[in-house]
């Protein structure tokens, strides 16, 4: 076997290992053998990742001798919809699935949000496994159980808390990937150190080009401390009662703006959480509570490697209105009052219901006029 780093979520009954490592889908059905209930799966997956990875998956599961079918959706966050969440369940059940078969997300986080949420309701839940091939799915959405899809209202807004068996992050995988998609990917990298590690920062201030050209090595250890982080968070608060909601930095402005420029494909969850952060430093240091060179350093650090620093010229044809409204709709909202994640500085981001609409309306204006 290839040399692998194994994590643990621990979450008593429903622990899980994070396998990471290169070829470790064609080490698929030797990892998966154990821990499937019976030698049946059923991957869901995307028509570009199904393109480079979906035979090597069935051919390392065949030599297990693991039957598997599979589904192969559309790419892009329209995909995420009620209307493919019908098209899984029920392509599950017209090939018969078992409570005993274990559903594969093979793709991005689009893949692993539906398959997720579909693995959930199905026969009222049936096992699955991630095997994320986006460098953000890879860091952040295929470990911690939120799964879902996007409604007319917003994203995200219909789901299901349900932790995945297994997680296999296959750094190979990688090398198909678009630089944009990598480069979205890259800024949930870059919030786990913004949101509470100052040495993973440094450390990105100085390697983050080397993880954008390809870099085994710095990659590797991307995804180990972004997952080692994402790991603790959620073993200590699985349904984001509390300190889990620190992993939304960037995320209330983020969505705002996703929900609003449409899921097009012309602006990228990652790139959308880019400007997001810095939104939220914005807000930060308008309130008094962060140091304004921080977010000159930030942004000095996402202009070095290309991340958006501001939202995209499309989204100047609205006014900071329209997106306090999405804001409002976001599942952080209680008691009519929204929660923000804000910093006192880089690595130190907390959560407060404190925040008057007129300071988010002036770091709204200010990012839409920037
Ligand atoms: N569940 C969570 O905790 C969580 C966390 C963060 C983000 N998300 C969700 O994740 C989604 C974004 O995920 P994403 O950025 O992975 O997007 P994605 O799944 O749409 O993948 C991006 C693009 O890359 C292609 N692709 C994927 N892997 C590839 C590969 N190895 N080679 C070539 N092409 C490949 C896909 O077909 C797609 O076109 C959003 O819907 C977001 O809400 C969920
Ligand atoms: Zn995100």
Known sequence: MTESTLL???????SYPIDIGAGLIEQA?????????????YIVTDENVAEHHLAPLQDSLQTSNIDSDYLILPPGESTKSFANLQVVVESMLSAKVERSTTVIALGGGVVGDLAGFAASVTLRGIDFVQIPTTLLAQVDSSVGGKTGINTGQGKNLAGSFYQPKAVLVDTDTLATLPDRERLAGYAEV??????????????????????????????????????????????????????RALLNLGHTFAHAFEAELGYSGALLHGEAVAFGMLMAFDLSVRLGLCPASDIDRVRTHFETVGLPVN????????????????????????????????????????????????????????????
């Open 190 to 243: 870059c919030k786990y150190g913004l949101l509470g590690d100052l040495k993973l920062w440094e450390w990105l201030e100085k390697n983050g080009e080397k993880i954008l050209s390809g870099d085994d090595k710095a990659i590797t250890h991307a995804i180990e401390a972004s997952c080692r982080a994402k790991a603790r968070i959620v073993a200590e608060d699985e349904r984001e009662s509390g300190v």
């Open 8 to 14: 643990t979520v621990a979450l008593q009954d429903r």
């Open 311 to 370: 939202p995209p010229e499309l989204a100047r044809n609205f006014t900071a209105d329209v997106f306090l409204k999405h804001m409002a709709q976001d599942k952080k909202v209680a008691d009519g009052a929204l929660t923000f994640v804000l910093l006192h500085g880089i690595g130190q981001a907390f959560l407060t219901q404190n925040v008057s609409p007129r300071d988010v309306t002036a770091t709204l204006n200010a990012a839409l006029t920037a």
């Open 29 to 41: 059905g030797k990892i998966l053998a154990p821990l499937i209930q019976k030698p049946r799966v």
